[in-house]
T-cell receptor, first 114, second 115 residues
Framework: DSGVTQTPKHLITATGQRVTLRCSPRSGDLSVYWYQQSLDQGLQFLIQYYNGEERAKGNILERFSAQQFPDLHSELNLSSLELGDSALYFC?????????????FGEGSRLTVL | GDSVTQMEGPVTLSEEAFLTINCTYTATGYPSLFWYVQYPGEGLQLLLKATKADDKGSNKGFEATYRKETTSFHLEKGSVQVSDSAVYFCALSVLILGGSYIPTFGRGTSLIVHP
């Protein structure tokens, strides 16, 4: 158990809908990362937050947004969903973003868009 | 941009066989290198890491050496077990503007070990 909790584990929805994925980092970790894992793209970095502030942005679509709250949990919002958004979304945390990149991953949220 | 290339799988071996999974990288600057493992239904977990050239990372019988001259970080294990069956990801991270290390992952290599 990595200590990173993600909910929901599975989600099935329709095109055009909006969903929210939730992540609770390991106790004491200030930094949260979101990754998207799909068969054709592999593991793609979306966005990183540190202590409530956005720190780095990757290949995140404009339809997607995220935030980190004062209690350090994070949410990833996906809107106007398309079939191609079906993927496994991972949250990861680290205690210090300058720790060379060692991350602790949750088990992921599997999104299926029909 | 920075990237990681690892051998495509699946790699299928018999128990006690020798394992090599190749990984090469392209990066500006001086990256740290990692191997992560993902067991079925679980998230990725760090297997080993190396932060500078010629460092050897090791854990649970797995080893990898940071080779700057060949930009490689190949994963090896002398004798695999059925329980090693998983997907293995090579990754690198470099310090970016803003002061964070953002890992970049390879596509993953599936390992299947038969009894």
């Amino acid at each position: 158990d990595s200590g990173v909790t993600q909910t929901p584990k599975h989600l099935i929805t329709a095109t055009g809908q909006r969903v929210t994925l939730r992540c609770s980092p390991r106790s004491g970790d200030l930094s949260v990362y979101w990754y998207q894992q799909s068969l054709d793209q592999g593991l793609q970095f979306l966005i990183q937050y540190y202590n409530g502030e956005e720190r780095a942005k990757g290949n995140i679509l404009e339809r997607f947004s995220a935030q980190q709250f004062p209690d350090l949990h994070s949410e990833l919002n996906l809107s106007s969903l398309e079939l191609g958004d079906s993927a496994l979304y991972f949250c990861a945390s680290s205690s210090d973003p300058t720790n060379t990149g060692e991350l602790f991953f949750g088990e992921g949220s599997r999104l299926t868009v029909l | 941009g920075d990237s990681v290339t690892q051998m495509e799988g699946p790699v299928t071996l018999s128990e006690e066989a020798f394992l090599t999974i190749n990984c090469t990288y392209t990066a500006t600057g001086y990256p740290s290198l990692f191997w992560y493992v993902q067991y079925p239904g679980e998230g990725l977990q760090l297997l080993l890491k190396a932060t500078k050239a010629d460092d050897k990372g090791s854990n649970k019988g797995f080893e990898a050496t940071y080779r700057k001259e060949t930009t490689s970080f190949h994963l090896e294990k002398g004798s695999v077990q059925v329980s090693d069956s998983a997907v293995y990801f090579c990754a690198l991270s470099v310090l970016i503007l803003g002061g964070s290390y953002i890992p970049t992952f390879g596509r993953g290599t599936s390992l299947i070990v038969h009894p």
